[in-house]
């Protein structure tokens, strides 16, 4: 099937540009200035709009078993719900727990996906024991399964926690193939310290879930981090879920230098706060427990963090999508912080909170574009066939309505969570249409996507390394 859209704004990381985009089966085909693309095929009206490519989202966790309980969205409901706020592409975490092969761990997320899916998909790799045959297994992801990111923690011990060691060797690893680390940087045996000392005291709220894990300890992990990459001959280093000044600025010093270091945050970091979310009254601040935390609104780390994406200095923006249910759920922590489970959902809302930033003077609309959709597609090697409106790119396209408003809350919304994280928020913009690979998935309120659509994209090197 070919269609034409006609009358909108393409947006590229460069700007805005008036153009007709040409779609043939699941691939853009050519671009033509207003009005001179071929008369004789179906049309898409997108006066008023802008055109841009799908929203990709690099960090999601559908499915995800935490803390004794398993993370609400399955890939069905989370994909649809990603759909539907414009999101054309995820990519998940398979994971690897200490003792298991990592090839199983992969195998297990490849089932959970199988049909499942009503967007494109990729995997990074969770590594939760480092080891002569993982760092084998690594070699053989890169090469044959399309997987060229490996996660590791330096916080939760005994649960997914690599010490320096463990993380030197699986970077040098990935320095000789090619892959990028993906770090979430706390220091968490630290952070046990505080929690355990926070408890004996009655600290119990879950206010204190961000007291305990201070910006010192995410900004000295990110700096650990990034001196043990320097030691494995620069290692790519990615900095997940970055949420504190102190860390910025380490991200910033060393890409001042010139080194394979990046950084992503996400919505949360951007708009809501330690003390008016995670201190709401009594058991509320439960909903906004998350890992990296809330930070303190009386401190500068909002402002740092959206002159961070003006900058570069932060590449991406993702959402972390790890929603649980208050109920059976969250309530897990009642009477003791540290037993809620860590996790927001938003897939739903990110290209749309993106969004306001442009209308607040914060954001370009071509940098919007590009944080959403054109570098995370770069950075984990999806690019050109994701991430841009060009020929020969998937026909992944969403027609955005600057014009429209978009009230999100749980009563509209399609993801799996029994409340809303973002409550009562209106945005000064709206998704339209969804296109993913040439078929619209959503129009205007309407959903017309199908479990199966989405396919698994294997991926290549990172386009930004040196």
């Not at 919304?413 to 998935?441: C, F, L, P, Q």
Request: aromatic fraction near 8%; charged fraction near 20%.
């Amino acid at each position: 099937m070919s269609f034409l859209i006609k009358g909108g704004t393409v947006v590229s990381p460069t700007g805005p540009t008036p153009a007709d985009v040409l779609v043939d089966g699941e691939k853009i085909v050519a671009l033509f200035a207003p009005g001179t693309g071929p008369g004789d095929l179906e049309t898409m009206d997108a006066t008023g709009k802008y055109v841009i490519p799908g929203g990709i989202d690099a960090h999601t966790h559908m499915q995800m078993p935490f803390g004794g309980t398993e993370a609400s969205d399955t890939f069905a409901t989370g994909t649809r719900a990603a759909a539907f706020g414009g999101t054309t592409t995820i990519v998940d975490f398979a994971i690897q727990r200490y003792g298991e092969v990592v090839q199983d761990g992969l195998a297990a997320w490849h089932a959970k996906t199988a049909g499942n899916c009503h967007i494109d998909y990729g995997f990074h790799m969770i590594l939760g024991g480092v080891d002569d045959e993982s760092l084998k297994a690594m070699d053989q992801l890169v090469a044959d399964e399309g997987i060229t990111s490996f996660k590791l923690f330096m916080a939760y011990p005994g649960v997914f926690y690599s010490d320096d060691g463990q993380i030197l060797r699986a970077m040098q690893k990935a320095r000789d193939n090619g892959a990028m680390i993906m770090m979430h940087a706390e220091n968490g045996p630290a952070i046990d310290v505080l929690v355990k000392q926070a408890l004996e005291r009655g600290e119990t709220d879950p206010y204190y879930h961000g007291v305990t894990r201070p910006q010192e300890l995410e900004a000295e992990a990110t700096s650990r981090a990034i001196w043990l990459a320097s030691v494995a001959a620069d290692c790519p280093l990615y900095i997940v879920h970055l949420s504190a000044s102190k860390a910025l600025e380490q991200v910033a010093a060393a890409r001042d230098k010139g080194r394979n270091v990046f950084a992503e945050t996400c919505p949360q970091y951007l708009y809501l706060t330690l003390e008016d979310q995670l201190g709401a009254p009594g058991f509320e601040g439960a909903k906004w427990v998350c890992s990296t935390p809330l930070r303190s609104k009386h401190e500068s780390h909002r402002a740092d963090l959206w002159r961070g994406l003006r900058t570069n200095d932060l590449a991406v923006v993702s959402t972390d999508h790890c929603p649980f249910c208050m109920k059976d759920q969250k309530e897990m922590g009642v009477g003791d912080f540290s037993k809620i489970p860590n996790g927001i959902g938003g897939v739903e809302h990110r290209v749309d909170l993106l969004y306001q930033g442009v209308v607040d003077g914060k954001l370009s609309l071509g940098r919007w574009v590009e944080t959403i959709a054109t570098t995370p597609a770069r950075m984990f090697g999806m690019y050109p066939r994701k991430g841009v409106i060009a020929p020969g790119s998937d026909a992944d396209i969403v027609l955005y309505d600057p014009s429209g408003r978009t009230r999100i809350g749980v009563e509209t919304h399609h993801m799996n969570m029994d409340y809303s994280a973002w409550e009562g928020w209106e945005i000064a913009g709206k998704v339209d249409t969804v296109i993913s690979r040439g078929a619209v998935i959503v129009q205007g309120d309407e959903y017309k996507g199908r479990a199966g659509h989405g396919r698994y994209v294997p991926r290549g090197l990172s386009e930004y390394l040196v």
